[in-house]
Each structure stands twice: as C-alpha cells, then as structure tokens.
C-alpha cells in the first residue's frame, strides 16, 4: 500500500543552520504531498503542499519540491530559527481515495539551538 | 474562528471499559476524519465523514472501534471493551470539501487516551 517514510530524528541543529528533512513516498497513483508541523503544546497544522509534479510549496522561509521521478519531497529551510522546533510530518493523499484522507509519515522531531 | 475542538483533553479509562471520544468540526466543514496517533509515530487514518454518512471506515482497526456523525457536524468516536494497545492519542480534523488534490485539513488538540 501507499506510504511514507521520513528521516529519523532527532535532528537538532544551531541557529540560522540550513536544514534538510528527507521524505520519501510509496503511492500506486499520484498523489498530492503535505508537510504538517506540530509545535510543542499544540495541534497539527499545514505547513505546505505541492499537488503536481516540479510543484514547489512554500511557507514560513520551508520549502518542498515534488519530484516524481525520484518519489521525494525533501523540506528545506536555508536559516532555521529557535521558533522552528517542532516535530515535522510528511504526508501524501491517497489518489485512490476521492476523501483526501491522509497517509502520514512517522514524524522527525527538530531542535534547534540558540 | 474557533478552530476544531474535542473532549476530553484527556480521558483515562480501565481495561473492558467503554470510551466515547468528540469532535467539534469547524463551522461549515463538510468532511471530517479521525485519526490515532502512537506515541512517536505519524497519525494512522481510521475514518472520514462526508456530511452524515461514513464515507471510508477502511482504518478502524476492529469492529470495537465505532463513530458517528449523526447531524453533519460533531462527531463521537467510540470504543467497547477498551485495551491497553488502544492508548493513543485520537485526533480529529476537518477540512471544507473531500477534494483529496486541494483540502487543507485543520486538526484539533487531540484526545490522549489511556486503557490501565
């Protein structure tokens, strides 16, 4: 079946570090990609998202390119700040499944350093 | 806005006990999912809701583990005969359509389960 798999943590970096999460998916179909971030004390929320091929999604100075024929999507992040520890999940959506539900990779928790 | 809340924060039960877990969608989103989440894992998908109706229940692990969604918005989850391989944490979240290429889906809190 569809799945995700991440680099493992903890990767703990210093202030203003460039930063690299590795991800890597299974999927039969093409899916759309996700990165969720969950700060400590609080919920999941989306961070970015690319739905096609060479898409690049960006937010919060991260990003994340689709690349299909390697089945990655790496999230980047060239100065990494004390406010960016937090655990970090790559997700795909299964394009056999019109409901968007969502394949989850096992998390890469970040500390960073001042 | 409120965002998607759910009750209890916590809830710590006993072996063989019944659990019931809610989810308050945000206003107006017409899909919602249930998902469970293991201690140092990604969460695991168990359900999704497209207004009332259970549209894929493929990740329930066994017939113990039931929801519903009986008017469109709040959602319970709930557990018979509770084990302690179900302690997890129990996240819900919501999202505005069921366009798996577009939706943004919002997580709430999560529910920390524990079976002594």
């Known amino acids: 079946g569809d799945s995700v798999t991440q680099m493992e943590g903890p990767v703990t970096l210093s202030e203003e570090a460039f930063l690299t999460i590795n991800c890597t998916y299974t999927?039969?179909?093409?899916?759309?990609l996700f990165w969720y971030v969950q700060y400590p004390g609080e919920g999941l929320q989306l961070l970015l998202k690319?739905?096609?091929?060479?898409d690049k999604g960006s937010n919060k100075g991260f990003e994340a390119t689709y690349r299909k024929e390697t089945t990655s999507f790496h999230l980047e992040k060239g100065s990494v700040q004390v406010s960016d520890s937090a655990v970090y999940f790559c997700?795909?959506?299964?394009?056999?499944?019109?409901?968007?539900?969502?394949?989850f990779g096992q998390g890469t928790e970040l500390s960073v350093k001042p | 806005g409120a965002g998607v809340s759910q009750t209890p924060s916590n809830k710590v039960t006993e072996k063989g006990k019944y659990v019931e877990l809610r989810c308050d969608p945000i206003?107006?989103?017409?899909?919602l999912y249930w998902y469970r989440q293991s201690l140092g894992q990604g969460p695991e998908f168990l359900i999704y809701?497209?207004?009332?109706?259970?549209?894929?229940d493929s990740g329930l692990p066994n017939d113990r583990f039931f929801a519903v969604r009986p008017e469109g918005s709040v959602s319970t989850l709930k557990i018979q005969r509770t084990e302690r391989g179900d302690s997890a944490v129990y996240l819900c979240?919501?999202?505005?359509?069921?366009?798996?290429?577009?939706?943004?889906?919002?997580f709430g809190p999560g529910t920390r389960l524990t079976v002594l």
């Open positions: 979240a919501s999202s505005t359509s069921g366009n798996f290429r577009t939706n943004e889906q919002f």
């Open positions: 999927a039969t179909g093409y899916p759309s």
């Open positions: 690319a739905t096609k091929a060479d």
């Open positions: 997700a795909l959506s299964d394009p056999y499944n019109q409901g968007g539900k969502l394949i």
């Open positions: 206003s107006g989103h017409t899909a």
């Open positions: 809701f497209q207004g009332t109706g259970a549209a894929d």
